[in-house]
């Protein structure tokens, strides 16, 4: 019979927080845990919310950090202690681990106004087709137009 192993709950932490960061298969391999573990104490809800507030007090202090380095970047520059793309690099590393610990660099928001683009006849259509949609409901019975034949 194969011997149970035990794990610290920091351990757990540790490497279920290393599987979102990287993937479930870096962290088995890097941790030498079975994925079925690691993926099990991933669905456990009490592990989930302390690893949501690890990261975002982790968040917190990569933004103190990010901060922190745009004003080396500026004080670098003024006195020339440091190449301008170094400090660059560094500023633009940690502003970017700071978006996406945050969760910014997965979200993304595009608001675009294609009115100036669309004749009165589209405009008409595309309302039509928007209310034949939304009457129809969940039932799944409304179709899309067919495409005009080209004239």
């Not at 520059?77 to 970017?96: C, Q, V, W, Y």
């Not at 106004?113 to 008409?124: M, N, P, Q, R, W």
């Amino acid at each position: 019979m194969a011997e149970q192993r035990r794990y610290t709950k920091r351990q757990k932490l540790a490497t279920t927080m290393a599987a979102e960061l990287t993937s479930l298969t870096a962290a088995a391999e890097t941790s030498g845990i079975p994925k079925s573990t690691i993926r099990y104490w991933m669905d456990d809800p009490e592990l989930a919310d302390i690893r949501t507030k690890t990261r975002e007090d982790l968040a917190d202090e990569i933004g103190t950090v990010a901060h922190l380095a745009w004003a080396n970047v500026a004080s670098a520059l003024r006195n020339g202690t440091m190449e301008p793309r170094d400090a660059i690099f560094a500023a633009e590393k940690a502003t970017s681990l700071q978006i996406l610990m945050a969760g910014g660099a997965t979200s993304r928001t595009e608001l675009r106004d294609i009115s100036g683009s669309l004749s009165d006849l589209d405009i008409a259509d595309t309302i039509r087709a928007a209310e034949d949609y939304a009457r129809a409901g969940d039932s799944g019975t409304a179709e899309a137009p067919a495409p005009e034949a080209a004239g």
